[in-house]
């Protein structure tokens, strides 16, 4: 069963994440999905930050960077 956070968030990362890789890998993840549930959403959601660390560092400097 999904909790409130699951439900609300679920959408939202299928939308983001699916629509923005490749069609293979996007069928993977909802077959996975369909197998152990919302969790898997949430690795992919975090290996794909994980990959992209230091652009989303450099992006929160330049923020940062900017707002002073």
Known sequence: E?????????????TIFLSSMPFHAATMIVDAFFLDGAVVIFRVALAILRENEQKVDFLFFLTKLIQN
């Open 2 to 14: 999904l909790s409130v956070v699951d439900t609300l968030t679920l959408p939202w990362f299928l």
